[in-house]
């Protein structure tokens, strides 16, 4: 199975069952954005606009009494992916163990710079770590990045984690976003990351919205120059301990400007839940929509999940957002209508 993919639904045929009968449901997993101070600068930074503000960071006791009220509702992960640097959270070692103690699994989406200073809970506290390098060179790496210096010391950083883990965990991946001014990095960084021993190479292409257009060029990157370059590097580099992640409905989509996988309902809602450090319960993230606070009663929260799934105007989202393939699988498994063109019955 794709580590990466919504394969992972069938590990919940509970939730499954509930989308089914039309019953609301709290999240299998929230995304935690600490706060929106990032010690990157990255040219197309989806969250850039929010960190030209004064820097906020997410009230400690708040998000915790939040996490421990949501752990009993059925949350049972926790992704720190958010406006910012997750490792620049001033609690950042005291949230990671709290929420440890409290049973959940730990994900971290970070650029990595910051890891030595908390190698400990990486090692103690997580399921998987994701760097964002986007590059196979000190050269590119502070381009894209716009940083100086810092390409090393992130692999650095990935090298330890790999050396000390135990049992293979945390899963180290490394994601590539590819745009028409990195992609020649492509081949030496899927090299790098074989050879330090991480574990999958996830490539994504650089998407044309945040900061895209204002501080680096639009990306013109097309599926015909992408594809191939991807089946060439796991010709070289794919093995049974490294996988490389490519998901081509995700470019194509971005070149036709529009989702093109079919559904009827967003449910990502259903099994996610954004939390952002203003406080807000997010359902969908690429356009704000709120559900809640964090002070909110969860009642209420799954109450509004329930009710914006079946509101959201699908025509409105953006074409690259994560969540088309997660309702897309979803919708295929509760409508049969949706999955005949399949044919589910093993035929």
């Avoid at 490792?87 to 990595?112: C, D, H, I, W």
Wanted: hydrophobic share 35%; with cysteine; aromatic share 10%.
């Amino acid at each position: 199975m794709d580590i990466l993919s919504f394969d992972k639904l069938l590990y919940h045929p509970d939730k499954v069952d509930r989308l089914r009968r039309n019953e609301r449901q709290f999240p299998v997993h929230v995304t935690l954005s600490l706060g929106n101070y990032c010690n990157h600068r990255c040219l197309w930074c989806t969250a850039y606009e929010y960190q030209l503000s004064k820097a906020k960071h997410v009230d400690y006791d708040k998000l915790m009494s939040f996490i421990e009220r949501a752990s009993k509702r059925g949350l049972k992960a926790v992704g720190y992916v958010g406006n910012g640097e997750p490792l620049a959270y001033p609690k950042f070692r005291e949230l990671s163990a709290a929420v440890n103690a409290l049973g959940l699994q730990q994900g971290m989406f970070t650029n990595g710079y910051l890891l030595d200073r908390y190698m400990d809970e990486a090692l103690n506290h997580f399921t998987y770590i994701r760097f964002s390098l986007d590059a196979g060179s000190p050269e590119t790496h502070a381009a894209m990045h716009d940083v100086a210096n810092q390409y090393e010391r992130i692999i650095d950083n990935a090298a330890a984690l790999i050396a000390q883990r135990r049992n293979k965990l945390p899963t180290v991946g490394i994601q590539f976003a590819t745009h028409h001014l990195n992609m020649h990095d492509l081949p030496a960084s899927a090299k790098m990351a074989s050879e330090i021993g991480v574990d999958y190479f996830s490539v994504k292409p650089v998407f044309n919205r945040g900061s895209v257009g204002e501080r680096i060029e639009k990306n013109n990157l097309t599926f015909d120059e992408l594809t191939p370059m991807v089946a060439e590097i796991r010709r070289q580099y794919e093995s049974p301990d490294f996988k490389i992640y490519y998901r081509p409905h995700q470019i194509m989509s971005e070149a036709a400007d529009r989702n093109i996988l079919n559904y009827g309902r967003c449910v990502a809602g259903f099994f996610n839940l954004n939390v952002y450090e203003d406080e807000k319960l997010v359902y969908c993230g690429p356009n704000r929509i709120p559900v809640g606070t964090l002070d909110d009663d969860l009642d209420d929260v799954e109450d509004r999940i329930m009710k914006l799934s079946t509101r959201l105007d699908l025509s409105k989202c953006p074409a690259g957002c994560r969540y088309h393939a997660l309702n897309h699988l979803a919708d295929t498994l509760v409508d049969p209508d949706q999955a005949a063109p399949y044919h589910p019955n093993f035929l």
